[in-house]
């Protein structure tokens, strides 16, 4: 099987430098890059369109503002499945997460190595699983 190729969203925070140097460490997975706020360009980043049309699952340690656009975004383009592990999310933020998004799983309680294989096989009619 294929490497599963991985986005990281949030990749100037904590989590997601912890995430770039798993995913880059992990046999399972190809790591296509982290991408940030894009008013902080930091070398080694890379854009989040490039990344978004790479990537198989973008896992997302942001915000909820930023994890709901980063959501619509992806609903735009059709791809890749999300991973969110972010937290802050406000009434709105989850309504425009959960809008028909079968590709979108909101799992911040459940590892992310198995929130990526169950992002690859996603439960048809449902946008947001949550365990």
Do not use: Y
Not at 8 to 34: D, I, K, N, T
Not at 105 to 121: E, F, K, S
């Amino acid at each position: 099987m294929p490497a599963i190729r991985i986005a990281v969203a949030g990749a100037q925070g904590h989590m997601g430098r912890a995430l770039l140097a798993a995913v880059a460490a992990a046999p399972a997975f190809s790591l296509v890059g982290g991408f940030g706020r894009p008013e902080k360009v930091v070398d080694g980043l890379i854009d989040v369109d490039a990344a978004l049309r790479a990537a198989d699952v973008v896992v997302d340690f942001t915000t909820g503002q930023a994890s709901a656009a980063l959501a619509e975004k992806c609903a735009a383009m059709g791809r890749p499945a999300m991973v969110i592990g972010a937290t802050g999310f406000e009434d709105t933020h989850l309504a425009r997460i959960a809008a028909p998004l079968p590709w979108c799983i909101d799992a911040p309680l459940v590892t992310i190595r198995a929130n990526v294989r169950r992002a690859r096989r996603p439960s048809p009619g449902r946008s947001v699983c949550t365990w």
